[in-house]
């Protein structure tokens, strides 16, 4: 069964303290891995997309990187402007287009 | 600018009343989806299509309605048969083909029935 799975479901950092969000999938023929940011009361903002493993993506003070089983979203000196949540997601094995979304890992940074 | 509108941004209304939720999207893309996000429960697929005049149901299809007669336009009904309707809901779309997996969302419509 097609399976994505976040950890942890929330983060609180301090100001300039680097950590890391995990994003584990279970899924046969992966055909992309992709990061959103979802602000509250706003619909996700898209990220990176991965597609094989070891390839990595930069974008300011994320980045992203997949291996076979699993994704990272490295978070370097992060601001309270970071604080948001942040979800991954792969097509489903039926090629159909759809998505299965991780839960989300809810991320507040403090100054 | 290219994107994707939904209306309107908050939408009330009673019990037992059906009710429409707007998608725009001008990225010329194929395929457009529907979500609702409850808090702690993540996304969750209602309906999508991946050509005009044609929809799938997704994993809480029932209770819901949807047509797709515009490229463009991917309207949702939330009827009076869905039995927890308040939610945030969120429409999506995909493109310009069918192979094109990464999804672009709209701002959302929260729902309040009472």
């Known amino acids: 069964e097609d399976q994505v799975t976040q950890s942890p479901e929330a983060l609180r950092l301090q100001e300039g303290e680097s950590s890391s969000l995990n994003c584990s999938y279970t899924?046969?023929?992966?055909?992309?891995l992709f990061w959103y940011r979802q602000d509250p009361g706003k619909g996700p903002e898209f990220l990176f997309t991965l597609y094989s493993a070891g390839e990595e993506k930069e974008k300011e003070r994320l980045k992203a990187t997949l291996t076979k089983k699993e994704s990272f979203l490295h978070i370097t000196a992060p601001k309270p402007e970071d604080s948001a949540t942040y979800l991954c997601a792969v097509p489903h094995s039926s090629n159909t287009g759809k998505l299965i979304f991780g839960q989300g890992t809810t991320l507040q940074v403090k100054p | 600018d290219g994107g994707i509108t939904q209306s309107p941004k908050y939408l009330f209304r009673k019990e037992g009343q059906n009710v429409t939720l707007s998608c725009e999207q001008n990225l010329n893309h194929d395929a457009m989806y529907w979500y609702r996000q409850d808090p702690g429960q993540g996304l969750r697929l209602i309906y999508y299509s991946q050509i005009v005049n044609d929809f799938q149901k997704g994993d809480i299809a029932e209770g819901y309605s949807v047509s797709r007669e515009k490229k463009e336009s991917f309207p949702l009904t939330v009827t009076s048969a869905q039995k927890n309707p308040t939610a945030f809901y969120l429409c999506a779309s995909s493109g310009p083909d069918r192979l094109s997996y990464e999804q672009y969302f709209g701002p959302g419509t929260r729902l309040t029935v009472t």
């Open positions: 899924v046969s023929g992966l055909r992309g």
